[in-house]
T-cell receptor
Framework: GIQVEQSPPDLILQEGANSTLRCNFS?????LQWFHQNPWGQLINLFY???GTKQNGRLSATTVATERYSLLYISSSQTTDSGVYFC????????????FGAGTRLFVKA | NAGVTQTPKFRILKIGQSMTLQCTQD?????MYWYRQDPGMGLKLIYY???????DKGEVPNGYNVSRSTTEDFPLRLELAAPSQTSVYFC?????????????FGPGTRLTVL
């Protein structure tokens, strides 16, 4: 089946720093999403981005489907950005099976 | 819109007991999903449904059953609970449109099997 790898696994940042998180996937996919899981366990939608580039405030994402990777950029990080960032891909026809990466655990220090 | 709601929030089961985790969405979404998340890990797909009456297995279906009698509801049944089923369970829904199938998640159910 399709493999999804995220890097780095752990990241510690000083408040105000920028970072790039990467998601590699082993096969072509129909859909790709980025989520933030906050320290209370809630999953928050960040981007639905099977291809192209999107921006939302301090966050932006780029997916290069032909090269099978996606990048999540966090600029001017804040302590509230702490948590786990997941990439999830879907592949299939007539119903999509979703595969999550293992996540990048981010801690932003004040 | 309440979005995706799950009940209960927490539950402790004894080995061998059974229970049903409830999931309801009010967005008229065709697709619904059940995931489990073990501590420190990503989410794994248990079952999914593309519409009422249609379900299919995900990565880790053993020990679980689902049904989808209405568009809104997608309950997950655990039969003969085992300690390996201790996890956080998330339900999600999506429109099912091929051009845009963003998933929205419920708050989760934390299950402990002792």
């Amino acid at each position: 089946g399709i493999q999804v790898e995220q890097s780095p696994p752990d990241l510690i940042l000083q408040e105000g720093a920028n970072s790039t998180l990467r998601c590699n996937f082993s096969d072509s996919v129909n859909n790709l999403q980025w989520f933030h899981q906050n320290p209370w366990g809630q999953l928050i939608n960040l981007f639905y981005i099977p291809s192209g580039t999107k921006q939302n405030g301090r966050l932006s994402a780029t997916t290069v489907a032909t090269e099978r990777y996606s990048l999540l950029y966090i600029s001017s990080s804040q302590t509230t950005d702490s948590g786990v960032y997941f990439c999830a891909v879907e592949k299939g026809t007539g119903g999509f099976k979703t595969i999550f990466g293992a996540g990048t655990r981010l801690f932003v220090k004040a | 819109n309440a979005g995706v709601t799950q009940t209960p929030k927490f539950r402790i089961l004894k080995i061998g007991q059974s229970m049903t985790l409830q999931c309801t969405q009010d967005m008229n979404h065709n697709y619904m999903y059940w995931y489990r998340q073990d501590p420190g890990m990503g989410l794994k797909l248990i079952y999914y449904s593309v519409g009422a009456g249609i379900t299919d297995k995900g990565e880790v279906p053993n020990g679980y059953n689902v049904s989808r009698s209405t568009t809104e509801d997608f309950p997950l049944r655990l039969e003969l609970a085992a300690p390996s089923q201790t996890s956080v369970y998330f339900c999600a829904s999506a429109s099912g449109r091929s051009s845009y199938n963003e998933q929205f998640f419920g708050p989760g159910t934390r299950l402990t099997v002792l």
